[in-house]
């Protein structure tokens, strides 16, 4: 699937995606107190454009005592550091107050709707500024808005640029509006680039504010190359492969399908009549099952992904399926593919839903291929399981699956991730009885900017509630060392997590350090849905959670919880009665075997 289509669902996500590394701290993104506006008879009146040419243009890094980028582990308040380039449409870009008027440091305090800002810039349109990142830190974080200074005045757009690709476009913005915050990844970018814009009619009070603006959890070490890791093995010596297969028309289908190309699925399904894959095997160097408005169950299968030895490539999905009628996934193994992708929904019929249960699954890997047999130190953002635009649909379920991920043979973000996804009021999301291990780095000893998990919920945008998610149950599931959190609330209404068991040692099973190890469970607000009145009902309860945090000297303690949005209604959670071990884990492990064999489950294929 093309690189753009998970960008168009991610910028939270990906966003959706977010890095909370600091959150134990609560600094992660800018918390300014909201202030009522100050009457103090600044209505803007003074800052009436002229005629005359009052443009700025930095002939320096804008820190005279500092001669290059020096970013520290952790945050570092953009305002800290020095810029490549910086340029601005009235006087010159201004650090930590507004722009004021034409003259160096003759601004005040940043404010924006009350808000008050001790770091920061402003700047006015037409502005830009230019930051080398050295693809150290793993997002970017600020409010943006037009200063008080200028009443109800000014228009102008906002925009932020990492590495030439746009991340963010504010859209119109006018004096009279609410903040809005930026939010967005910049793993292993090198260039970020703020620009301000007028909105396309004149920069008559157009004074723009990036309030707080926080680089978060950059990472001042060395990244080495990872060694090329040996090539997944075919399922069986005995196993016969034909060409890749193309289904026209309903039926059930029995076989062992391959395909070498990298953009030719090895089966490809053109038909919205009922089609069933079941006892196959499949390998491919791209997607494995590809369809468009598909009825399809695949079951009691094989799928392997294999290096699609393309420079940039990633593998292919077990299951890419678009404008869906309806998808169930049954008592599979997949290995080495970027698991299963659902994006929207188009089933009406009765029993038309969405059901990925009892599969096994290992090292979901979206390591993009050095087109040599090996890999780079990059990444495409996958999942074992990603529901996009699957809105307001019953009988949605996902559970008693195995995902195993294993650290430098695997790369992928949430194991499960819901975007812009829900269920119904009478009819929730059920995510429930799952074992999922393992979510690393490519570089798991060394980078700490990771962003994935276990499962994140109300990922994508909030602003309505047809697209914000929600009516989710998670339970009973074990979440073992997915790094960067356990589950995730970063959005949406009425999600349920309980009595689930969440654990992590904090080290690699190497035994050493898992650099990006952040938290349990959080429940943060990331996209402001509380504004939008897409942000309520969120609750979690009855979990048992021992997430260990590992300093360098060895010493350890728990972040068990970060609950930013989230008082009364998270509760009774229970931590882990003693120390997180490897051992721990492996104990986890052997519950959960006994525990789907008690239940008379079957996972993977019969």
């Known amino acids: 699937m093309p690189q753009s289509q998970r960008t168009a669902f991610s910028l939270t996500a990906l966003a959706l995606t977010l890095t909370l590394a600091a959150c134990s701290q609560q600094s992660a993104a800018p ?43 952790g945050n570092n308040p953009l305002s800290s550091e020095p810029w490549t380039a910086a ?46 990142l050295a693809g150290k830190c793993s997002r970017f974080i600020s409010d943006v808005g037009l200063d008080d200074e200028v009443g109800n005045r000014g228009s102008v757009v906002f925009k932020v640029y990492a590495d030439g690709i ?20 910049v793993s292993g970018r090198k260039e ?65 399908w391959e ?19 079941e006892g196959s095997n499949l390998r491919g160097r791209g997607h494995l099952i590809r369809g468009w408005k598909v009825n399809l169950t695949v079951r009691n299968s094989n799928g392997y992904g294999m290096n699609p030895n393309v420079y940039g490539q990633y593998a292919g999905r077990f299951i890419a399926a678009e404008e869906v009628y309806n998808l169930r996934v049954e008592n599979n193994y997949m290995e080495g593919t970027t698991g299963v992708y659902v994006n929207q929904f188009y089933g009406k019929g009765s029993g038309q839903t969405v059901k990925i249960v009892r599969n096994s699954v290992k090292n979901i890997d979206g390591r993009k291929s050095d087109g040599k047999g090996g890999y780079l130190n990059a990444r495409y953002l996958v999942q074992f399981v990603q529901l996009a635009k699957v809105s307001n649909v019953p009988g949605i379920e996902i559970a008693w699956n195995q995902v195993i991920n294993e650290p430098g043979k695997s790369s992928l973000e949430e194991n499960i991730n819901l975007y812009s996804t829900s269920g119904t009021s009478s009819s929730r999301i059920q995510i429930h009885d799952n074992y999922i291990q393992g979510a690393f780095a490519i570089q798991a000893a060394t980078d700490s900017s990771y962003s994935g998990g276990g499962i994140m919920l109300g990922d994508g945008p909030v602003g309505n509630m047809t697209e914000a998610g929600g009516y ?19 959005g949406g ?5 309980f009595n689930n068991r969440i654990l992590s040692s904090g080290r690699l099973p190497s035994g050493e350090i898992n650099k990006a190890q952040n938290v349990g469970i959080y429940v943060w607000d990331v996209m402001n849905g509380k504004r939008s009145k897409t942000w309520f009902n969120n609750t979690v309860y009855d979990n048992v959670i021992g997430w260990t945090r590992v300093n360098s000297n060895n010493s350890t303690w728990l972040n068990n919880t970060w609950f930013a949005d989230c008082t ?3 509760y009774n959670n229970k931590s882990w009665s003693g120390a997180v071990t490897l051992e721990t884990e492996k104990q986890e492990y052997q519950l959960w075997l006994s525990k789907y064999r008690a239940a008379g489950m079957s996972v993977g294929p019969n």
């Open 31 to 73: 918390q300014p107190q909201a202030e009522q506006p100050q009457v103090d008879g600044r209505d803007g009146s003074q800052f009436i454009y002229d005629g005359m040419d009052h443009s700025w243009v930095s002939s320096d890094n804008g820190l005279t005592d500092l001669k290059a980028q020096d970013l520290k582990a």
């Open 87 to 132: 340029t601005s449409g009235w006087g010159p870009v201004e650090r930590n107050m507004s722009n004021g008027e034409k003259g160096s440091n003759d601004g005040s305090k940043l404010t924006i709707q009350g808000k008050k800002y001790d770091n920061g810039f402003g700047v006015h349109a037409n502005s830009s500024m230019t930051f080398d």
């Open 166 to 185: 746009k991340l963010f476009d504010s859209g119109k913005m006018t004096g009279a509006d609410q903040a809005k915050t930026v939010n967005v990844d």
């Open 192 to 256: 970020l680039k703020l620009v301000v814009t007028d909105a396309g009619d004149n920069i008559d009070y157009d004074h723009a504010d990036w309030g707080g603006a926080v680089l978060v959890d950059c990472n001042v070490s060395s990244k080495p190359t990872p060694p090329a890791p040996a090539p997944t093995p075919p399922p069986s010596n005995n196993v016969k492969y034909s060409g890749p297969l193309v289904i026209t028309k309903g039926g059930t289908y029995r076989g062992n």
């Open 259 to 277: 395909s070498m190309d990298p953009n030719v699925p090895a089966v490809y399904v053109k038909t919205s009549e009922p089609v069933v894959i």
């Open 472 to 490: 989710v149950d998670v339970y009973n599931n074990q979440i073992i060392s997915t790094s960067n959190q356990g589950v995730g609330i970063a």
């Open 493 to 497: 209404h009425d999600h349920k997590v």
């Open 568 to 570: 009364s209604t998270c």
